[in-house]
Nanobody, 117 residues
Framework: QVQLVESGGGLVQAGGSLRLSCAASGSVSMINRMGWYRQAPGKQRELVADITSGVTTNYADSVKGRFTISRDNAKNTLYLQMNSAKPEDTAVYYC???????????WGQGTQVTVSS
């Protein structure tokens, strides 16, 4: 089992920055891929960015060049640096980890990000 606790969400003006954090605990040695997803009202949950244990990153086209995903394996923490925020980035952001043994996914509780225009 893996437990995830997110923090860092809130209200930011368009063009501003925000940093999300996700602290993992439990069976962290099993974690392979980590990522951030988001879900806006009335829309499906979508991948924002993910990162493997080998630090290969992948970004949604909508956030490339503005968001940066990173992980600190020593602290078992995942980050999402959000720069040049846009109103369309408004959503609940979820942290996800995937364990290597069976590709099971664990999800955080979600943190609200609101970008005002």
């Amino acid at each position: 089992q893996v437990q995830l606790v997110e923090s860092g969400g809130g209200l930011v003006q368009a063009g501003g920055s925000l940093r999300l954090s996700c602290a993992a605990s439990g069976s962290v040695s099993m974690i392979n891929r980590m990522g951030w997803y988001r879900q806006a009202p009335g829309k499906q949950r979508e991948l924002v960015a993910d990162i493997t244990s080998g630090v290969t990153t992948n970004y949604a086209d909508s956030v490339k060049g503005r968001f940066t995903i990173s992980r600190d394996n020593a602290k078992n923490t995942l980050y999402l640096q959000m720069n040049s925020a846009k109103p369309e980035d408004t959503a609940v952001y979820y942290c996800m980890v995937e364990v290597a043994i069976n590709f099971r996914k664990y999800w955080g509780q979600g943190t609200q990000v609101t970008v005002s225009s």
